[in-house]
């Protein structure tokens, strides 16, 4: 163990420098003229964990390769299995940008690139963690699969492919996942749950084509209207989902985990000064906290129909439509819930207009211990790694990949927050510490000791 | 009378000749690019006025000009102003015409071209009436004044300006505008009634940006589940509008009111078929002839807010709007209801967002006597020149201009209604009779017999 955070101290400077130059590359998956680049990328990290004494190779399909390495061979050992994806999300818009994406600055301890915290420097951190231990320390004590996928931001599934062909020889004792945030600047966390996702379109339709609101207008129903009426009987006015049998396998939220998530730092100030609401905002009886994380919700993410143009346009719109994501907790399943949004739909849908509901993607919700033997692995690895006690919590998205692999290997998921929040995931000016690259690499070191 | 008549048969073919070269002309006002074109026509009207023997010119302004004329000068008898425009919508979109819109084409006694019906034949046709008296009758037996403006369907202010730099000189006994159907094919309507109008946008906020529908799902209000709240709260589920204080000011349909929309033709299944509704929909307790024309309505043209494109994006939208328009009966005046929309929408405002409420233009409703001496003339006129019953009729529709005409000259509308419904007019294949066109000039030659 000394000899391998010995090696990380005399390595900190080659290791950011790795990071900058992986973080040069566009491995952008979303745009098919970036895919030479997200295949660089691909080779890059096949390279480092080369370096770090690990036998890798790219696992080719009809995509983006996976980069799979295994190191630490031997018998009698636990089994990591690390998961991280090497591509990253457009950096559009490029104006907002304070620097170029893919031109990364360090400044006052702060690298800013595309994918720097989303999820490069995170999950290279462990491969570096893993090459600590090779050389630094004569080797892993425990043995290592690592699987980094090129299709994370843009759904693709060769990594399900790949996880389909090897299962047998993916057996682990736990998945080590450096892809979510810490709770503080300098103060990790492990997520021990995640929510799941039903995601549904639908559009009301009325007449065949828009039709003037003064020679029509009071005659026939407007799908405009009739959109926000059905909208409207989505949730009460306090924010909670009126959806009938929406709650119905929602597990109430124990003493302890109530508990544990009232830990979790949350500043309405500087909350409502980042997100810009005017307003906290939500269920009753719940802490911001619990709503975000272990309650579920019913969203419209987007809105359409008639016109939207500048002035007015008298017109009573052939269809209106929207878009609408829940967000699962257990033991909700994503076709339960569609279904019960069809029933719901069906019974309120205003007279006059004719509806669609098109279901899309659906990924259950996550809930593990976080009291196994593994989990406390992970929060001790993580206290020493950051000098902090390491934070409990929930989170509110959904990351399909947990799902797979727990369906097809059995696996007890392990997300660590490595970094602080506010990073910008998926937003201009991707920001990550310095400091939390080196927490990351710490962290895997004491997690792969395996005791 | 019978010179007047007999001069239009003679001369039908060179009438529908000279509409045809009319409907040549793109006079399409909204349009940059089509002033020159539009000017051309203001030219044509001025011929066909002093073909007529009117003695015609155009009033510049800031815009398009208008046109005007003046015949049949004699003192001690009635006047009537003329009204009409030369301009037409944008023929857009282009691909669903079956024949290029400025290309008229003469089908089975149909025109196919933008403007046929939407206003260029009807308000020629009150033009030719003129030529038939001057020329087939030796003199008009009434004075006429010609107002043919080009800004109809852009809302310009020069026919505005022209009115108010010569209200003394236009005095009139009646206003007869060409430029509504009918009720039915060969069935003529004098409209003695338009809807009002109040346009509004609303436009809610909540974060400053789209934030992530996991990552923040639950602690704040999204503005597009609000959005929909507030339309929901706007009606009933039958349709009767739920702002409080809308009713307030709408007069009772009186019994011989309600009897005479009744004798208005309307069939429900030719109705539903051209629409392409579903069904009727509407204030129960009210025909649809009824809710169309002689009811308050307040229809969503548009909405929109987050993402709208294809599948699905797991935002909560930092903003979600919609374009209203209320249609106005008599007494509720554009001011008062647009106060009680901004009262109804701050006491419906969901918590958690913030809302804007930009009041549009507005128009106040219209309603004039049907059984005075000119409005009987008016229908007498047009039973005439059509040989069927006129209808009488309200229309749902709004024609500021009216308003304009009322306040400036106080003269009453005489809305006659001469062609076929079903017209098409601001959509793709605009239709009109050649039927329609005779019949309208037959209904200005007996209109301005002036007894």
New interface residues.
């Given amino acids: 163990m000394d000899g391998a955070l010995r090696y990380l101290e005399t390595h900190r400077e080659r290791f950011l420098t790795q990071l900058l130059a992986y973080l040069r590359i566009p491995s952008v998956s979303a745009q098919r003229d970036r895919h030479p680049d997200a295949r660089r990328a691909a080779e890059f990290v096949r390279a480092r964990l080369e370096e770090a004494g690990c036998a890798a190779g790219l696992f080719q399909g009809d995509g983006l390769p996976t980069v799979h390495g295994r190191c630490g061979e031997g018998a009698g050992r636990p089994t990591l299995l690390v998961y991280g994806h090497y591509d990253v999300q457009p950096p559009e818009p490029l104006e907002l940008w304070t620097s170029p994406p893919f031109e990364p600055v360090v400044k006052e301890g702060e690298i800013r690139a595309r994918g720097c915290a989303d999820d490069k420097g995170p999950s290279l951190a462990m491969v570096f963690a893993a090459e600590c231990w090779t050389k630094g320390a004569g080797g892993l004590p425990t043995n290592l699969r690592f699987i980094i996928e090129g299709e994370e931001e843009s759904g693709g599934s060769v990594v399900q492919r790949y996880l389909e062909a090897h299962k047998e020889t993916l057996a682990a004792d736990a998945l080590v996942i450096a892809d979510t945030s810490g709770v503080a600047k300098g103060v990790p966390a492990l997520v021990y749950g995640l929510?799941g996702?039903l995601?549904a379109?639908l559009l009301l339709t009325?007449?065949?084509?828009d039709?003037?609101?003064?020679?029509?207008?009071?005659?026939?129903?407007?799908p405009?209207?009739a959109?926000?009426?059905?909208?409207?009987?989505?949730?009460d006015?306090r924010?909670t989902v009126a959806i009938e049998g929406f709650y119905g396998a929602v597990k109430p939220l124990e003493a302890t985990e109530r508990a544990r998530l009232a830990k979790v730092p949350f500043v309405e100030t500087a909350?409502l000064a980042e997100?810009?609401?005017?307003?906290?905002?939500?269920?009753e009886g719940y802490t911001?906290t619990e709503?975000?994380t272990a309650?579920?919700?019913c969203?419209?993410?987007?809105?359409?129909?008639?016109?939207?143009g500048e002035?007015?346009?008298?017109?009573?719109?052939?269809r209106?439509g929207?878009?609408i994501?829940c967000?699962l907790v257990p033991d909700q399943e994503p076709e339960a819930i569609g279904e019960a949004l069809r029933l719901h739909m069906e019974k309120h849908l205003?007279?006059?207009?004719?509806m669609e509901l098109r279901m899309?993607?659906g990924a259950p919700p996550v809930l593990t211990d976080p009291e196994t033997r593994w989990a406390k692995l992970a929060r001790g690895a993580l206290e020493k790694a950051f000098g902090k006690p390491c934070a409990l919590t929930r989170?509110?998205?959904?990351i399909p990949v947990v799902n797979l692999f727990q369906k097809l290997l059995g696996v007890q998921p392990l997300l660590i927050g490595t970094y602080a929040p506010g990073e910008r995931a998926?937003?201009p000016n991707e920001r990550y510490f310095v400091e939390d690259f080196y927490g990351a690499i710490r962290a895997g070191i004491h997690l792969f000791a395996g005791k």
């Fill in positions: 929510r996702i995601a379109e009325g007449p065949s084509r039709l003037h609101s003064g020679g029509y207008g009071g005659t026939v129903a407007n405009a209207t959109l926000g009426r059905l909208i409207g009987s989505l949730h006015r924010g909350f997100t810009g609401s005017p307003s906290l905002f939500g269920e911001s709503r975000e309650r579920p919700t969203e419209i993410n987007g809105l359409y129909g008639g016109y939207q002035g007015s346009k008298t017109i009573i719109p052939s209106a929207c878009k994501t967000r205003p007279p006059g207009v004719r899309g993607h989170a509110g998205g959904s998926h937003s």
